[in-house]
């Protein structure tokens, strides 16, 4: 049995490995260097070019216990980071060339890998694609035309989203625009004129993120960054998204001066989203002027705000739930480009991409990790998100369905919430995953 996989980043490799692992003989097709990007210095393969940590080893962190489960279902690359690790605290902070350079050796040295220095531009079967954010035209172009042209974005304004259990409830209120909806589906933040006018002027004060030349972005008036709105006048957000008509404070039975509102982010209720806050401030001073809003003193930040280039899928509207092709299944998607944020998000969908063409060319059904897991709960967000609001996520607490019971100490919870994740992959792993080498 063959598959195709394309793209030689941290996802491609790892859907190679779990491919080749399982018996399939493997084409890895990444085009560096015959074609170049804008962010790669290299033409090795898994070539980190952002931040060189993997983040927290921590189980009572999101991205520790994705680790830890990925760790169970077999990953490559974590190992390899293990083995070019460097100091940097309870993260995973590793020496990029030294990781690169043995994700190289060990992908190129596996019998069942043929790794082939070309650009794909069409969309193959039998495949995964995994090329990430800086897919290329051709490649691009051939995926939009295969989904149709709402399939494929190449911009990301993400705003904020914060934690239901640290926002305090008694200097918000909940409404919906004159009573739309269930008439109390959004969470508002009342501001008088004098606290309307600190947030601008801690908006104008922020320190503004300037990133890599492929994070360019250009700036659609349709979605502007929060500060820049705020740099147009004083009085732009409060025509904005913090316009406060048909939003009375029951406190007062009047429209505030301003309002700042934050929208349900998933069933549960555990994620609210800052509506209309995509930013470029930088994340130390996102905590510091968004942490300044009333009843957001405490906000713990699930994901902050960002505007990048970013080519991703609206996968809840263009693909299955084991992210492939709905006309071709045995076409998977992995990575960035399905709608996830980070290193360890990106290569834990392309382990399970690995594993599902590896079952569905054996005659099998793909599998899902249990919704309890965050590998789990982190496909179900990409697959059952909003498709008319989609935008990539990271992972996090606030995807895991909540316990049944209430423990008020954070940590604690979080422990219980890891243990019930590890515990619930350690039997998927039992149940589907046989390898065979």
Same mark, same amino acid.
């Given at each position: 049995m063959k598959a195709t996989v394309v793209g030689g980043g941290l996802a491609g490799c790892e859907a190679a490995w779990a491919l080749a692992e399982r018996g399939i003989r493997v084409t890895l097709h990444e085009m560096r260097p015959e074609r170049k990007t804008p962010a790669h210095q290299t033409d090795r393969l898994a070539e980190i070019v952002c931040s060189n940590t993997f983040k927290s080893l921590d189980h009572t962190n999101a991205h520790g216990l994705l680790k830890a489960e990925l760790r169970l279902l077999g990953s490559l690359l974590l190992p390899v980071a293990d083995g070019a690790r460097i100091p940097g605290g309870t993260a995973l902070t590793v020496d990029r060339e030294v990781f690169s350079g043995e994700v190289t050796a060990r992908v190129e040295a596996h019998p069942n890998i043929l790794v082939r220095r070309e650009e794909i531009r069409t969309v193959p079967s039998s495949a995964i694609i995994a090329t990430g954010p800086l897919t290329s035209d051709a490649l691009a172009h051939a995926i939009r035309?295969?989904?149709?042209?709402?399939?494929?974005? =190449?911009?990301?304004?993400?705003?904020?989203?914060?934690?239901? %259990?640290?926002? +305090?409830?008694?200097?918000?209120?909940?409404?919906?625009? *004159?009573?739309?909806? +269930?008439? +109390?589906?959004?969470?508002?933040? @009342?501001?008088? /004129?004098?606290?309307?006018?600190?947030? #601008? !002027?801690?908006?104008?004060?922020?320190?503004?993120?300037?990133?890599?030349?492929?994070?360019?972005? /250009? *700036? =659609?008036?349709?979605?502007?960054? #929060? !500060? &820049?709105?705020?740099?147009?006048?004083? &009085?732009?957000?409060? =025509?904005? @998204?913090?316009?406060?008509?048909?939003?009375?404070? /029951?406190?007062?039975?009047? %429209? @505030?001066?301003?309002? #700042?509102?934050?929208?349900? &982010?998933?069933?549960?209720?555990?994620?609210?989203?800052? #509506?209309?806050?995509?930013?470029?401030?930088?994340? /130390?001073?996102?905590?510091?002027v968004f942490r300044s809003l009333p009843g957001l003193e405490a906000a713990e930040f699930y994901r902050f705000g960002s505007i990048h280039r970013n080519t991703y899928l609206n996968s809840p509207a263009a693909l299955t739930a084991h992210l492939a092709l709905p006309d071709d299944p045995q076409t998977l998607f992995a990575g960035q480009l399905v709608g996830v944020e980070g290193y360890t998000e990106s290569l834990g969908t392309g382990l399970l991409a690995g594993i599902n063409l590896a079952r569905l060319l054996r005659g099998e059904q793909p599998v899902i990790p249990p919704r309890e897991t965050m590998l789990g709960a982190l496909m179900d967000y990409v697959h059952h998100a909003d498709p008319r609001r989609f935008q990539p996520m990271n992972a996090n607490f606030g995807l895991l369905p909540p316990l049944g019971q209430t423990i008020r100490d954070k940590r604690r919870k979080r422990e219980a919430l890891a243990e019930r994740a590890l515990a619930a992959m350690q039997r998927f792993v039992h149940d589907i995953v046989e390898v065979t080498v």
């Open positions: 035309d295969r989904l149709g042209m709402d399939g494929l974005a =190449f911009y990301d304004a993400i705003a904020p989203i914060v934690s239901d %259990e640290s926002l +305090d409830y008694d200097r918000l209120f909940r409404a919906s625009r *004159y009573g739309k909806g +269930d008439g +109390d589906d959004f969470l508002n933040v @009342p501001l008088t /004129p004098e606290q309307y006018g600190a947030f #601008v !002027e801690a908006l104008l004060g922020a320190d503004q993120h300037v990133g890599h030349a492929f994070d360019d972005a /250009p *700036y =659609f008036e349709g979605c502007l960054p #929060v !500060e &820049e709105m705020a740099r147009r006048g004083r &009085e732009t957000l409060r =025509f904005g @998204p913090l316009k406060p008509v048909g939003l009375p404070d /029951p406190s007062t039975g009047r %429209e @505030p001066y301003a309002v #700042v509102q934050l929208r349900r &982010e998933d069933r549960a209720g555990q994620m609210w989203n800052l #509506v209309g806050f995509q930013t470029r401030i930088r994340i /130390p001073d996102q905590k510091r």
